[in-house]
């Protein structure tokens, strides 16, 4: 029985009730957005405008920089995080109101720009097509001209940091950008945050039957969003789903050899929990230096409530501080 601490939040959870709809789609409930503000006679501590990524697949990214770096007449440049959402890869936005909130505080608290990623949600566009959306982003990065990132970037040090789905979206996009890690250049990526990362398999966890009737996050709904997302005729044993699969990927290798390291973050409350534990022994049976940030709470918590999200901030400024080397 949870806490009254650890209370879930209490909003219009699309995770309960998933409605199917003809068509491969879902009935999306409306939900709070927030506007891009880069007003600069604003108060706000982060300024924050939006982007087009591709017109074609209606993809874009949210731009967020510490408005005191903007007023610094030479300012100094800081590190990159890409931030992938989370919402199951069925719901939720870059948008969205308490991710919006979130990026803002990361990027005021850790001292870092952060690029928030507007990807393509499953069913209507199943796996991979969030991780080609997470690869495009990286390309625009790498390339573009646009004046913040060539101004506060970092390019020599950046981290792609997902919660839930979107520490799925950056284990996976990881995999591709290691392998294409030339590719990228001058962008290099340093390592992986994966807050509280949706991962599970065929086989339950003692944390999925423990927490199957998790009022946030039942099994129910992790199994069907995983149904809605991965390719269809696959299992839950497929790579995109259980990381630790037939022995994890070949490319796990090219994180090792270019000095990655990941930052894996969790909370007993979790019926994930245990898949990212596994995960966590993944990584580390590879040879990668792995962080691991373990507490009480609930799924994706941070998110949902920023007086618990001090912590968890304080932890991704110190991984990035012993990652730069």
Known sequence: MASQRFARPIFDNPFLKIQELPGDTVKRNSESLKQANSDPRGTSLVISRDVTLDTNKKTWLRLYVPRRVTKASAPKKLPLIVYYHGGGFVYFHANTFIFDV??????ERVNAMVISLEYRLAP???????YEDAMDGLHWI???????VSNYADLSHVYLYGTSAGGNLAYHAGLRAAAAAKELEPLRIKGLILHHPYFSGKNRTESEEKLKDDQLLPLHAIDKMFDLCLPKGVDHDHEYCNPCADGGSKHLEDMKELGWKVLVSGVCEDPLVDAARNCVKLLEEKGIKVYKFFRDGYHAMEVFDQSMAAALYDATRDFLNASKN
């Open 102 to 107: 979130f990026c803002q505080a990361l990027s």
């Open 124 to 130: 209507e566009h199943r796996l991979p097509a969030a």
């Open 142 to 148: 790498k390339s573009t001209k646009d004046e913040w």
